[in-house]
Protein backbone atom coordinates (compact mmCIF):
# COMPACT_ATOMS: atom_id res chain seq x y z
CA UNK A 1 0.00 0.00 0.00
CA UNK A 2 1.21 3.32 -0.60
CA UNK A 3 -1.04 5.19 2.38
CA UNK A 4 -3.13 4.13 4.93
CA UNK A 5 -6.02 5.42 7.25
CA UNK A 6 -4.97 5.49 10.75
CA UNK A 7 -8.21 5.02 13.07
CA UNK A 8 -8.92 7.99 14.92
CA UNK A 9 -6.93 8.82 18.27
CA UNK A 10 -4.25 6.71 16.82
CA UNK A 11 -0.69 8.50 16.01
CA UNK A 12 0.64 7.33 12.96
CA UNK A 13 3.75 6.60 12.58
CA UNK A 14 5.61 7.44 9.02
CA UNK A 15 9.07 7.22 8.58
CA UNK A 16 9.33 8.20 4.84
CA UNK A 17 11.23 11.12 3.84
CA UNK A 18 7.78 11.71 1.58
CA UNK A 19 4.77 12.06 3.78
CA UNK A 20 2.97 11.69 0.19
CA UNK A 21 3.14 7.81 0.57
CA UNK A 22 0.60 8.29 3.44
CA UNK A 23 -1.63 10.63 1.84
CA UNK A 24 -4.91 10.11 3.30
CA UNK A 25 -4.90 9.91 6.93
CA UNK A 26 -6.58 10.94 10.54
CA UNK A 27 -3.04 10.67 12.23
CA UNK A 28 -2.87 13.53 14.68
CA UNK A 29 -0.61 14.77 17.11
CA UNK A 30 -1.41 18.16 18.11
CA UNK A 31 -3.40 19.55 21.59
CA UNK A 32 -4.87 22.56 20.21
CA UNK A 33 -8.75 23.40 20.76
CA UNK A 34 -11.48 24.14 18.12
CA UNK A 35 -11.77 27.99 18.65
CA UNK A 36 -15.74 28.48 19.07
CA UNK A 37 -17.37 31.25 17.74
CA UNK A 38 -20.41 33.38 17.64
CA UNK A 39 -23.05 32.90 14.61
CA UNK A 40 -25.01 36.26 15.08
CA UNK A 41 -23.80 39.92 14.17
CA UNK A 42 -21.14 38.99 11.49
CA UNK A 43 -20.15 41.65 9.39
CA UNK A 44 -17.15 41.67 6.54
CA UNK A 45 -14.21 42.82 6.82
CA UNK A 46 -11.75 44.43 4.47
CA UNK A 47 -9.99 41.38 4.46
CA UNK A 48 -12.91 39.99 3.31
CA UNK A 49 -13.95 42.11 0.29
CA UNK A 50 -10.43 41.69 -0.75
CA UNK A 51 -10.90 38.34 -1.92
CA UNK A 52 -14.37 39.46 -3.16
CA UNK A 53 -16.29 37.64 -0.48
CA UNK A 54 -18.97 40.42 -1.13
CA UNK A 55 -21.39 38.07 1.02
CA UNK A 56 -21.25 36.23 4.29
CA UNK A 57 -21.85 32.43 4.27
CA UNK A 58 -21.10 29.98 6.80
CA UNK A 59 -19.45 26.66 5.70
CA UNK A 60 -19.61 23.00 7.84
CA UNK A 61 -16.86 20.24 7.48
CA UNK A 62 -15.23 17.64 9.51
CA UNK A 63 -12.99 18.52 12.06
CA UNK A 64 -10.64 15.69 11.81
CA UNK A 65 -7.34 16.82 14.63
CA UNK A 66 -6.60 17.45 17.18
CA UNK A 67 -9.05 14.90 19.05
CA UNK A 68 -11.71 14.82 19.37
CA UNK A 69 -13.28 14.22 15.58
CA UNK A 70 -16.05 16.29 15.16
CA UNK A 71 -18.39 18.17 13.17
CA UNK A 72 -18.21 21.88 12.82
CA UNK A 73 -19.54 25.36 11.25
CA UNK A 74 -17.38 28.16 10.13
CA UNK A 75 -20.52 31.38 10.51
CA UNK A 76 -17.74 33.45 7.93
CA UNK A 77 -15.94 31.54 5.52
CA UNK A 78 -14.23 34.78 5.32
CA UNK A 79 -12.82 33.94 8.84
CA UNK A 80 -11.04 30.47 8.92
CA UNK A 81 -10.05 30.88 12.59
CA UNK A 82 -13.31 30.84 13.81
CA UNK A 83 -15.00 27.87 14.01
CA UNK A 84 -18.45 26.30 16.31
CA UNK A 85 -17.82 22.67 17.03
CA UNK A 86 -21.55 21.17 16.43
CA UNK A 87 -20.86 17.40 18.06
CA UNK A 88 -17.97 14.97 18.28
CA UNK A 89 -18.71 11.66 17.15
CA UNK A 90 -16.18 8.59 16.32
CA UNK A 91 -16.12 4.76 14.55
CA UNK A 92 -15.90 7.26 11.39
CA UNK A 93 -13.89 7.79 8.36
CA UNK A 94 -15.15 10.73 6.99
CA UNK A 95 -13.02 12.63 4.06
CA UNK A 96 -15.61 14.06 1.98
CA UNK A 97 -19.21 15.48 1.74
CA UNK A 98 -21.43 17.94 0.20
CA UNK A 99 -24.82 19.55 0.77
CA UNK A 100 -27.28 19.05 -2.34
CA UNK A 101 -29.33 21.55 -3.64
CA UNK A 102 -30.77 24.57 -1.24
CA UNK A 103 -31.05 21.92 1.37
CA UNK A 104 -29.27 23.81 4.68
CA UNK A 105 -29.98 21.43 7.51
CA UNK A 106 -28.64 18.34 5.60
CA UNK A 107 -25.10 17.66 5.11
CA UNK A 108 -24.09 14.45 2.82
CA UNK A 109 -20.93 12.92 3.42
CA UNK A 110 -18.93 9.03 2.80
CA UNK A 111 -18.15 6.79 5.21
CA UNK A 112 -14.77 5.08 3.64
CA UNK A 113 -14.81 2.57 6.43
CA UNK A 114 -17.72 1.13 6.06
CA UNK A 115 -18.43 2.65 2.35
CA UNK A 116 -21.73 4.25 3.30
CA UNK A 117 -23.37 7.18 2.54
CA UNK A 118 -24.61 9.01 5.39
CA UNK A 119 -26.71 12.25 6.72
CA UNK A 120 -25.35 14.45 9.11
CA UNK A 121 -27.67 17.31 10.57
CA UNK A 122 -26.48 20.85 10.32
CA UNK A 123 -28.96 21.58 13.48
CA UNK A 124 -27.03 19.02 16.27
CA UNK A 125 -25.08 16.73 13.93
CA UNK A 126 -26.73 13.61 14.25
CA UNK A 127 -25.87 11.04 11.53
CA UNK A 128 -28.03 8.34 9.73
CA UNK A 129 -27.18 5.79 7.38
CA UNK A 130 -29.15 6.19 4.31
CA UNK A 131 -27.55 3.43 1.35
CA UNK A 132 -24.51 1.51 1.65
CA UNK A 133 -22.24 1.26 -1.14
CA UNK A 134 -20.56 -0.71 -3.49
CA UNK A 135 -18.11 1.97 -5.05
CA UNK A 136 -14.91 1.51 -7.02
CA UNK A 137 -11.61 0.48 -5.36
CA UNK A 138 -9.67 3.01 -3.72
CA UNK A 139 -10.08 5.83 -0.79
CA UNK A 140 -13.85 7.47 -1.07
CA UNK A 141 -11.71 11.27 -0.81
CA UNK A 142 -13.94 13.37 -2.92
CA UNK A 143 -17.81 14.02 -3.20
CA UNK A 144 -19.36 16.80 -5.02
CA UNK A 145 -23.26 17.66 -5.50
CA UNK A 146 -24.44 18.09 -8.67
CA UNK A 147 -27.88 18.68 -10.49
CA UNK A 148 -29.36 16.57 -7.76
CA UNK A 149 -26.84 13.90 -7.63
CA UNK A 150 -23.09 13.49 -6.71
CA UNK A 151 -20.04 13.18 -8.64
CA UNK A 152 -17.32 10.93 -5.87
CA UNK A 153 -13.69 10.55 -6.75
CA UNK A 154 -12.54 6.88 -5.65
CA UNK A 155 -8.43 6.85 -4.94
CA UNK A 156 -5.66 4.15 -4.68
CA UNK A 157 -3.32 6.64 -4.53
CA UNK A 158 -0.35 7.01 -7.16
CA UNK A 159 -1.65 4.12 -8.80
CA UNK A 160 -5.62 4.95 -10.17
CA UNK A 161 -8.53 7.26 -9.15
CA UNK A 162 -12.01 6.97 -10.30
CA UNK A 163 -14.71 9.12 -11.40
CA UNK A 164 -18.15 8.04 -10.14
CA UNK A 165 -21.48 9.42 -10.08
CA UNK A 166 -24.06 8.38 -6.93
CA UNK A 167 -27.72 8.96 -6.64
CA UNK A 168 -29.53 9.31 -3.25
CA UNK A 169 -30.30 5.56 -3.39
CA UNK A 170 -27.06 4.81 -3.38
CA UNK A 171 -26.81 3.67 -6.70
CA UNK A 172 -23.37 4.24 -8.47
CA UNK A 173 -22.04 4.64 -12.26
CA UNK A 174 -19.11 4.38 -12.76
CA UNK A 175 -17.98 7.28 -14.89
CA UNK A 176 -13.98 6.59 -15.69
CA UNK A 177 -10.86 6.55 -14.52
CA UNK A 178 -8.39 9.88 -14.49
CA UNK A 179 -4.94 8.54 -16.02
CA UNK A 180 -2.71 12.09 -15.51
CA UNK A 181 -4.04 12.42 -12.26
CA UNK A 182 -3.66 9.61 -9.82
CA UNK A 183 -4.23 11.06 -6.36
CA UNK A 184 -6.99 13.30 -6.23
CA UNK A 185 -8.25 14.11 -2.41
CA UNK A 186 -11.05 16.53 -3.55
CA UNK A 187 -13.29 17.57 -6.11
CA UNK A 188 -16.00 20.56 -6.62
CA UNK A 189 -18.69 20.89 -9.51
CA UNK A 190 -19.14 24.69 -10.79
CA UNK A 191 -22.64 24.56 -12.64
CA UNK A 192 -22.36 27.31 -14.55
CA UNK A 193 -19.58 25.55 -16.21
CA UNK A 194 -20.32 22.22 -16.07
CA UNK A 195 -17.12 21.11 -15.25
CA UNK A 196 -15.22 19.29 -12.63
CA UNK A 197 -12.47 20.71 -10.63
CA UNK A 198 -9.93 18.38 -8.79
CA UNK A 199 -6.63 18.84 -6.30
CA UNK A 200 -4.52 16.11 -7.12
CA UNK A 201 -1.63 16.05 -4.10
CA UNK A 202 0.63 13.96 -6.36
CA UNK A 203 0.99 16.78 -8.52
CA UNK A 204 0.09 19.71 -5.97
CA UNK A 205 -2.15 20.86 -8.67
CA UNK A 206 -5.73 21.90 -10.21
CA UNK A 207 -7.13 19.66 -12.75
CA UNK A 208 -10.09 20.53 -15.20
CA UNK A 209 -12.58 17.70 -15.95
CA UNK A 210 -15.47 17.20 -17.99
CA UNK A 211 -17.57 14.53 -16.43
CA UNK A 212 -18.40 12.99 -19.41
CA UNK A 213 -15.17 12.75 -20.07
CA UNK A 214 -13.19 11.93 -17.29
CA UNK A 215 -9.70 10.54 -19.22
CA UNK A 216 -9.77 14.13 -20.47
CA UNK A 217 -8.73 15.92 -17.47
CA UNK A 218 -6.37 18.68 -18.21
CA UNK A 219 -3.67 20.07 -15.65
CA UNK A 220 -4.59 23.72 -14.91
CA UNK A 221 -1.57 25.63 -15.04
CA UNK A 222 1.61 25.20 -12.92
CA UNK A 223 0.97 24.25 -9.21
CA UNK A 224 -1.66 25.46 -6.65
CA UNK A 225 1.32 27.00 -4.76
CA UNK A 226 1.13 24.88 -1.53
CA UNK A 227 2.90 21.38 -0.68
CA UNK A 228 -0.73 18.96 -0.05
CA UNK A 229 -0.49 16.13 1.85
CA UNK A 230 -3.27 13.84 3.46
CA UNK A 231 -7.09 14.27 3.01
CA UNK A 232 -7.87 17.93 1.73
CA UNK A 233 -11.98 19.80 1.70
CA UNK A 234 -12.96 22.04 -1.20
CA UNK A 235 -16.32 23.45 -2.19
CA UNK A 236 -18.10 25.89 -4.72
CA UNK A 237 -19.34 29.05 -2.89
CA UNK A 238 -22.13 29.82 -5.57
CA UNK A 239 -23.43 33.20 -3.72
CA UNK A 240 -19.48 34.84 -4.20
CA UNK A 241 -18.23 32.80 -7.07
CA UNK A 242 -15.28 31.76 -5.53
CA UNK A 243 -13.45 27.45 -5.30
CA UNK A 244 -12.15 27.13 -1.62
CA UNK A 245 -10.22 24.63 -0.44
CA UNK A 246 -9.78 23.45 3.03
CA UNK A 247 -5.83 22.28 2.25
CA UNK A 248 -3.71 20.54 4.44
CA UNK A 249 0.36 20.23 4.95
CA UNK A 250 3.09 17.43 5.47
CA UNK A 251 3.32 19.07 9.02
CA UNK A 252 -0.39 18.95 9.88
CA UNK A 253 -1.20 22.41 9.46
CA UNK A 254 -4.55 23.64 7.93
CA UNK A 255 -5.37 26.41 5.87
CA UNK A 256 -8.23 27.50 3.74
CA UNK A 257 -7.22 29.35 0.33
CA UNK A 258 -8.78 30.36 -2.94
CA UNK A 259 -8.29 28.67 -5.93
CA UNK A 260 -7.80 30.42 -9.43
CA UNK A 261 -9.61 28.40 -11.77
CA UNK A 262 -7.98 29.99 -14.69
CA UNK A 263 -4.76 29.69 -13.62
CA UNK A 264 -3.99 26.65 -10.98
CA UNK A 265 -2.85 28.88 -8.54
CA UNK A 266 -4.10 29.46 -4.98
CA UNK A 267 -3.99 31.98 -2.36
CA UNK A 268 -4.05 31.46 1.69
CA UNK A 269 -7.13 33.01 3.42
CA UNK A 270 -6.68 32.02 6.59
CA UNK A 271 -5.40 29.18 9.06
CA UNK A 272 -8.10 26.78 10.49
CA UNK A 273 -7.65 26.06 14.54
CA UNK A 274 -8.03 22.29 13.02
CA UNK A 275 -5.09 20.83 11.91
CA UNK A 276 -6.97 19.09 9.62
CA UNK A 277 -10.35 19.51 7.59
CA UNK A 278 -12.18 17.38 5.78
CA UNK A 279 -15.83 17.49 3.68
CA UNK A 280 -15.55 20.78 4.07
CA UNK A 281 -18.88 22.43 2.22
CA UNK A 282 -20.32 26.10 1.88
CA UNK A 283 -24.00 25.95 2.75
CA UNK A 284 -26.33 26.61 -0.15
CA UNK A 285 -29.37 28.71 -0.98
CA UNK A 286 -28.64 31.93 -0.52
CA UNK A 287 -29.31 32.87 -4.62
CA UNK A 288 -30.47 31.86 -7.43
CA UNK A 289 -28.22 29.24 -8.85
CA UNK A 290 -29.01 30.35 -12.70
CA UNK A 291 -28.13 34.09 -11.98
CA UNK A 292 -24.71 33.83 -9.73
CA UNK A 293 -21.59 35.59 -11.28
CA UNK A 294 -18.20 33.54 -11.29
CA UNK A 295 -15.23 35.27 -10.17
CA UNK A 296 -12.44 32.82 -10.87
CA UNK A 297 -10.48 34.51 -8.84
CA UNK A 298 -8.60 37.56 -7.16
CA UNK A 299 -5.18 39.25 -7.90
CA UNK A 300 -4.41 42.42 -5.81
CA UNK A 301 -1.79 44.72 -6.37
Known sequence: MLFSITPHGVVAQNTSADFKEDLISSMGTKSDSVLPGNSTGITLTEKAKDYRINKVVPAFGIHVIPSPYGFSKWPDV???????????????????????????????????????????????????????????????????????????????????TTLYKLN????????????NALCVVDLAYIPSEKMIYMVDVSHDALFKIDPANPAGAVKVGDGLGFNANYAQGMDYDEVNGILYWAACSPDLTAELRIINTETGGSEKIGDFESSEVTAFGIAPGYINMQHHIHFPMINRH
Do not use: M, R, W
Open 78 to 160: SKPEVSELITNFSGYQIHSGDFLGSDLDTFYALDDGSKTLLTISTADGSIETIATLTPPAGILSGLTAAEGFFYGIATNCLIQ
Open 168 to 179: LTGEIEVLGDIP
